[in-house]
T-cell receptor, first 116, second 116 residues
Framework: NAGVTQTPKFRVLKTGQSMTLLCAQD?????MYWYRQDPGMGLRLIHY???????AKGEVPDGYNVSRLKKQNFLLGLESAAPSQTSVYFC???????????????FGPGTRLTVL | AQTVTQSQPEMSVQEAETVTLSCTYD???????LFWYKQPPSRQMILVIR??????QNATENRFSVNFQKAAKSFSLKISDSQLGDTAMYFC?????????????FGKGTKLTVNP
């Protein structure tokens, strides 16, 4: 199993350009998440999905859109990139909790995005 | 909204010694989960230890243990016999199982350096 993979690993954009980050998981997880990590800020939730075809906003959703057309994929889009979106982006996934047990969130390796 | 506070931006410890990282959180919920994640220079997020709030017994994983004080809303991580490979960012995280999204709220992190 590859676990959670992210494409690309690095990207440099110019202000105003658009791009899509792809997250894929092969663990048949229902829940998927996009976080951004900035120095001194920890990880902050951008958007998340609790199932195929559903998405919801997290803590910092402005400037981003997401789609979950297939259960195994979660796409994060930047329509018009801004320097404030320079960050490391992490995708994570987990399966639905059963009873009182908690299922670990598995993280991808991250994507470093620089917007000039 | 829940918040997680890590008051120590940076810490250092000598190899083989013990170090404690602090974490406090704010919630009105009675049932929740707490986690410590490790992020080494490779950037990969690694789950170190987890604690269910309804369990009074402190969780332990080999050299890692927690001191969970529910009334004080405190969740510290103790690393015993520190090793060079423990050098990393450490993030405390909170999860409220109500609502069904299982999203994590992270603290800003503590950078731990283990010195030889």
């Amino acid at each position: 199993n590859a676990g959670v993979t992210q494409t690309p690993k690095f990207r440099v954009l110019k202000t105003g350009q658009s791009m899509t980050l792809l997250c894929a998981q092969d663990m048949n997880h229902e829940y998927m998440y996009w976080y951004r990590q900035d120095p001194g800020m920890g990880l902050r939730l951008i958007h998340y999905s609790v199932g195929e075809g559903t998405t919801a906003k997290g803590e910092v959703p402005d400037g981003y859109n997401v789609s979950r057309l297939k259960k195994q994929n979660f796409l994060l889009g930047l329509e018009s990139a801004a320097p404030s979106q320079t960050s490391v982006y992490f995708c994570a996934s987990t399966t639905r909790r059963s009873g009182s047990s908690y299922n670990e969130q598995f993280f991808g390796p991250g994507t470093r995005l620089t917007v000039l | 909204a829940q918040t997680v506070t890590q008051s120590q931006p940076e810490m250092s410890v000598q190899e083989a010694e013990t170090v404690t990282l602090s974490c406090t959180y704010d919630t009105s919920e009675s049932n929740y989960y707490l986690f410590w994640y490790k992020q080494p220079p490779s950037r990969q997020m690694i789950l170190v230890i987890r604690q269910e709030a309804y369990k009074q017994q402190n969780a332990t994983e080999n050299r890692f243990s927690v001191n969970f004080q529910k009334a004080a809303k405190s969740f510290s991580l103790k690393i015993s016999d520190s090793q060079l490979g423990d050098t990393a960012m450490y993030f405390c995280a909170f999860m409220n199982p109500q609502g069904g999204s299982e999203k994590l709220v992270f603290g800003k992190g503590t950078k731990l350096t283990v010195n030889p």
